[in-house]
């Protein structure tokens, strides 16, 4: 495994990405030991897939023929350090973002495991790893379509009854950290531009749509702070004034 640091090696081959997903695949447990290796093939996955995505179609027909997605699945179960979910998710965001096929992007989103991603239990006690988990699901909410909406969703007698993607964004909406919170509304703006009836139904119902009414909340409480906080600045002009012209 540590040969990869060692060898002579054409950086962006497909040989290079066969040898990156073998390696991965014979990884039992992520320890100390191994997890800067595993980092970087993960790493390295994300930016051979992009690669190949503008200039050979091989590329990601390998990564679908050793059912790479499951592997991501597996190293995340096996390992319990926090740098292998952060670049996990990372390596997911990169790319969903940089990917152009239409065929690649339904692939990544028409199995399970991204749904099994979006709903894992990480320690979001490290506020960077919940930075990398926001981003992921902003980057998938930015390829939503009509037909790649469905892929999230749960239905029953033709409703709505899960999606998982809008539910666990929601939960960090007012998020103390104002980049979470832009990330969050931006994904629920690509949400409702997709306009799927069935999925509107969903978010208008409880307990979605306190979502919306906590926004208002939110909004009017931010406009309250910052009309005293414009109130107070303008009596201390007045005040300092009119100090200087009794001077």
Request: charge should be neutral; include cysteine.
């Amino acid at each position: 495994m540590w040969s990869s640091f060692w060898r002579s090696r054409d950086r962006f081959s497909l040989d290079e990405l066969r040898y990156f997903i073998d390696q991965l695949q014979k990884v039992q447990i992520v320890n100390n030991v191994n997890k800067d290796f595993v980092i970087e093939a993960l790493r390295s996955i994300s930016e051979l897939i992009t690669y190949g995505d503008q200039h050979d179609s091989n590329y990601f027909e390998f990564f679908m023929e050793r059912q790479v997605m499951g592997e991501f699945v597996r190293i995340l179960k096996v390992s319990r350090t926090v740098s292998i979910s952060r670049q996990l998710l990372q390596t997911m965001s990169i790319m969903i973002q940089n990917l152009k096929s239409e065929h690649a992007i339904y692939y990544m989103f028409s199995n399970e495991h991204i749904n099994f991603l979006i709903t894992y239990a990480f320690d979001f006690r490290n506020e960077e790893l919940l930075s990398y988990y926001i981003s992921f699901l902003r980057a998938i909410s930015a390829k939503l379509d009509k037909n790649t909406i469905s892929l999230f969703v749960k239905t029953q007698n033709e409703e709505v009854v899960s999606f998982p993607l809008y539910v666990e964004a929601i939960r960090f909406a007012f998020h103390e950290e104002n980049m979470i919170r832009t990330a969050v509304r931006a994904l629920t703006l690509n949400v409702y531009h997709v306009g799927d009836e069935f999925v509107n139904r969903f978010i208008v119902k409880a307990p979605h749509a306190d979502y919306f009414s906590s926004l208002l909340t939110f909004f009017r409480k931010q406009c309250i702070d910052l009309n005293g906080l414009v109130s107070e600045t303008l009596k201390l002009r007045y005040n300092h004034c009119d100090s200087c012209s009794c001077g």
